[in-house]
C-alpha cells in the first residue's frame, strides 16, 4: 500500500464514522504536561551509528540560509486583492502544497507543535530519538505554544539539526469563508487568514530572528484563496504524504507501521507536543529500521552546499 493510499485510507476513516478519533487526532487532547527527561546528552555519538546512517551535519552543511527579504503585502493589500473572489477548492493538499519532496529522495520528518490548553506538551524523548540519530527534522510551532514554551521553543531553534516552521497562532483551518475542518472553525476571511498567517510568522521570526520559510495551518486545511494568501506573505504550505501519528493518537505499533509506508521524498507529519501519545515510542521501533533501509533526511528547507 503506497504511503498516499495509506494517508487517503486515514482520511476516509475519518468521514466515514471515527470522526471522534480523527478530531481528536488533529485537535489536541488532554495531555499530560509533564515531559519526560531527555535521555543521553542528546547528541549521540557517531561513532554508535551504523554505517548508512545520516549524520549530524557539519557546521558548513548545517548553516540555514537566511529567508529573502520580502516586503509584506499588508493586511488591507490582500484584502482588496481577493475582494469578491469565492474558493473553488478545499482540503490537505491542493495545487500549491508541498505533499512530497520527490523526485528528492530525502525524507522529511515533521513535527507539529499545535499549542492551545490541551496542547502545549513537549515530548522531549521523541527529540532526543532525532538527535541519538542525527535525524534532521521541521517543527512547525504555534505561536501560542512558543509562548508557553519558550525554552524549549528556543533550544529546538538553535539546533542546527532542526529547521522551524510557522503552526499559526490559533491553529485555525485556513479559509476565507470559515469552512470547518474536523469541526473547528477556520478563518472566515482574507483579514483573518492574514492574522493568523504573519501572526505565526512574527512569532517564529521573533524565536530564530529570521522569517520562516514554510507554514502549515491548524489542521493542514486550506481554500485555495487562503493557499495564495499564504504564498503571497512568501512561505511554502507543508502538507505531507505519510500521517504518522493522526495527531499523537496513534498506538506505537500504529506509527511504527505508518513510518514503514515512508518512501524516499515522503514528507511525515507527526506530533511533539503530546509526550504521553504513542509517536515516541513508535518512532523509537520505526525510525531504525527507516535508518536501516538506507533512507536519508533532511529538512524541508535543504541547506547550500
Ligand atoms: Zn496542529
Do not use: K
Amino acid at each position: 500500500m503506497s504511503a498516499r493510499v495509506t494517508r487517503r485510507l486515514l482520511l476516509a476513516a475519518g468521514a466515514g464514522g471515527v470522526v471522534a478519533t480523527v478530531a481528536r487526532a488533529v485537535e489536541e487532547r488532554d495531555a499530560a504536561r509533564m515531559a519526560r527527561t531527555p535521555r543521553g546528552s542528546g547528541d549521540g555519538p557517531a561513532s554508535a551509528a551504523p554505517a548508512g546512517r545520516p549524520r549530524r551535519p557539519t557546521r558548513a552543511a548545517a548553516a540555514r540560509p537566511s529567508a529573502p527579504q520580502l516586503t509584506r503585502p499588508s493586511r488591507a493589500t490582500e484584502v482588496r486583492r481577493y475582494a469578491g473572489l469565492s474558493p473553488r477548492a478545499w482540503g490537505m493538499d491542493l495545487p500549491g502544497t508541498t505533499t512530497d519532496l520527490a523526485p528528492a529522495r530525502a525524507v522529511a520528518l515533521t513535527f507539529d507543535a499545535c499549542g492551545g490548553p490541551h496542547g502545549d506538551g513537549y515530548d522531549a524523548r521523541l527529540v532526543e530519538l532525532l538527535r541519538h540519530h542525527a535525524v534532521p527534522a521541521t517543527f512547525f510551532l504555534n505561536a501560542r505554544w512558543v509562548r508557553a514554551n519558550p525554552s524549549i521553543a528556543a533550544e529546538l531553534a538553535s539546533d542546527p539539526l532542526f529547521e522551524v516552521g510557522s503552526h499559526g497562532v490559533r491553529h485555525l483551518p485556513l479559509s476565507v469563508t470559515g469552512r470547518a475542518a474536523y469541526g473547528i472553525r477556520g478563518t472566515r476571511d482574507v483579514g483573518q487568514v492574514w492574522d493568523e498567517v504573519c501572526g505565526g510568522i512574527d512569532a517564529v521570526e521573533a524565536l530564530t530572528g529570521r522569517a520562516p520559510r514554510w507554514f502549515r495551518s491548524g489542521t493542514a486545511h486550506y481554500d485555495d484563496v487562503a493557499l495564495r494568501v499564504v504564498h503571497d506573505l512568501g512561505l511554502q504550505v507543508a502538507g505531507f504524504d505519510v500521517n504518522g501519528d493522526a495527531g499523537a493518537t496513534f498506538s506505537p505499533a500504529q506509527v511504527a507501521a505508518q513510518l514503514a509506508g515512508v518512501r524516499p521524498g515522503s514528507v511525515v507529519i507527526s506530533h511533539v507536543n503530546h509526550p504521553d501519545g504513542g509517536t515516541a515510542a513508535g518512532y523509537e521501533r520505526g525510525l531504525p529500521l527507516l535508518l536501516e533501509r538506507g533512507l536519508l533526511f533532511r529538512r524541508l528547507t535543504q541547506p547550500p552546499g
